[in-house]
T-cell receptor, first 113, second 116 residues
């Protein structure tokens, strides 16, 4: 069965520092992979999506993620954190045959002034 | 981009009553919609897959008689929480699958349910 694991339930970085949120997937076939962001009491916003077109995926708000098949990873990065990046981030994998999206447990990103 | 709306955004009800939540795709047709539940500080858990014109498919452990899903049109799916109890209090989020080349899921803003 497909699953996704996010390492670290809480990550705290200083404003201007590199953001790295880790995600590893388990899949027997090449998956679709996603990163979503959720602000308090709001729904989900798609940051970026991997669909096998390119291993380095650029998303909104300066985020990007690299698909590494050898490591079964899809880590999310941003070179310089902004205060507005503070939110909950979810990595997710899609069952391509059924379009079901399975979410990781989430990582809360805090930004220190 | 495609927009999915949910109504109501927040609802408070008494224990034992039923609550209906609507999920609409505003500018695209969605043959498939999904319903998720999110408890505080937890991830989203898929409850069921809603297919237009057919019965919903429920995930293991989700009571189909308690969480009634109706997908009567290509732009509307409803989730009815029947005989709600305090443990049903949660954040309910729907998503709609755009049946185009990219097959992208778009998420609604969520509905906060509080059962007293």
């Amino acid at each position: 069965a497909q699953s996704v694991t996010q390492l670290g339930s809480h990550v705290s970085v200083s404003e201007g520092a590199l953001v790295l949120l880790r995600c590893n997937y388990s899949s027997s076939v090449p998956p679709y992979l996603f990163w979503y962001v959720q602000y308090p009491n709001q729904g989900l916003q798609l940051l970026l999506k991997y669909t096998s077109a390119a291993t380095l995926v650029k998303g909104i708000n300066g985020f990007e993620a690299e698909f590494k098949k050898s490591e079964t990873s899809f880590h999310l990065t941003k070179p310089s954190a902004h205060m507005s990046d503070a939110a909950e981030y979810f990595c997710a994998v899609e069952y391509s045959s059924a379009s079901k999206i399975i979410f990781g447990s989430g990582t809360r990103l805090s930004i220190r002034p | 981009g495609a927009v999915v709306s949910q109504h109501p955004s927040r609802v408070i009800c008494k224990s034992g009553t039923s609550v209906k939540i609507e999920c609409r795709s505003l500018d695209f047709q969605a043959t498939t919609m999904f319903w998720y539940r999110q408890f505080p500080k937890q991830s989203l858990m898929l409850m069921a897959t809603s297919n237009e014109g057919s019965k919903a498919t429920y995930e293991q452990g989700v009571e189909k008689d308690k969480f009634l899903i109706n997908h009567a049109s290509l732009t509307l799916s409803t989730l009815t929480v029947t005989s709600a109890h305090p443990e049903d209090s949660s954040f309910y989020i729907c998503s709609a699958l755009e049946a185009a080349a990219h097959r992208t899921q778009y998420f609604g803003p969520g509905t906060r349910l509080l059962v007293l």
